[in-house]
């Protein structure tokens, strides 16, 4: 096989929630990709859009933005399911999927998470300015009925922390829990970060999350066309939840942007608001996730000696 710099870029160490654009043609695309699938690694994924011929490498998530792509999916189906005029045969059709990957016209885009009926219906994503052409594809190719897209900013954390070292695998993870609690107890005073230990930032203060929704202006939009959101809402903004009076299901989604029209067949239940955002829930599930994350940043800078093989 000739050299390939595609191949070179996946064996690099690479952060979380990363994605790089590497010029590369679809064959060169489907050889790494091959390789990767012997491999039966999750990470990185590989992505290809043929209209500029470009493979977009994606390294795994943090587990903030996994958990807020998932966690709006699930609450979304949740609220679909919940809903008493709909017929269990007509529900068991909806899935919940996660990294839901698509291929048409050797274009190949992927959601962190998806509603399916049979056919794309609802996309999620966590990771605004990379995936909004992902998302617009997928309402626009795919003719889903919605795209989500949540933007998050973490403010800069500084400087790289040290590592640590220890004496025992067991003096670790007594550090790091150590570490876990320390952090939920911060979340009291600042619930929005940052959260630091020891002089080290661990989570950067939360300096935006704006939750926005996507739909075709145009039924006959093109694969490539770049959508501008239809809705957008700021739900925290400089370390401080500022969202007020957010419309439980963001003054839009409904149950006919989940289950195909004709077997609604009912125009006042295909109009029906699907309530899927809670603040309290939004905040549970951020807040849980911004302390994971920040551990998994511990843990990655944390070194414990290996027991001696008797």
Known sequence: MEHSELLD??????????????????????????ILEREESKYPQLWYDSMRSVAIV???PTPLHAAMASGLSSSIFREV???????LEI??????????????????????????YWEGDLAVSESYDSMRPAIS???????CSLGLAMCIREETRGRRPPRRFYASFEEANAAVDEARHD??????????????????????????????TFRRQDEHCTPETLLEPSQSFTLV?????????????LQEVVLGDCIPSHL??????????????????????????MVRTAILRVWRNTSYAQPVPR
């Open 9 to 34: 870029i996946v064996r690099r160490p690479l952060s979380p929630d990363t994605r790089l654009e590497v010029p590369a043609s679809r064959a060169e695309y489907e050889r790494v990709e091959k």
């Open 58 to 60: 994606v390294t795994a």
């Open 81 to 87: 399911l919940l809903n008493s005029g709909i017929s």
């Open 91 to 116: 529900a068991s059709g909806l899935n919940n999927e996660y990294d839901s990957e698509t291929t048409m016209n050797n274009t190949t885009r992927a959601s962190d998470a998806a509603l399916l």
């Open 137 to 143: 594809w997928s309402v626009c190719a795919l003719r």
């Open 183 to 212: 952090f939920y107890h911060q979340l009291n005073q600042h619930p929005y970060g940052p959260l630091e230990r020891d002089g080290v930032t661990w989570f950067g203060r939360v300096r935006l999350v704006v939750l926005e």
């Open 237 to 249: 903004e400089n370390g401080e939840y500022v969202a007020q009076n957010i419309s439980p299901n």
């Open 264 to 289: 609604l067949n009912n125009q006042h239940l295909e109009a029906t608001p699907v309530n899927f955002f809670q603040r309290e829930w939004f905040e549970t599930q951020f807040r849980g996730s």
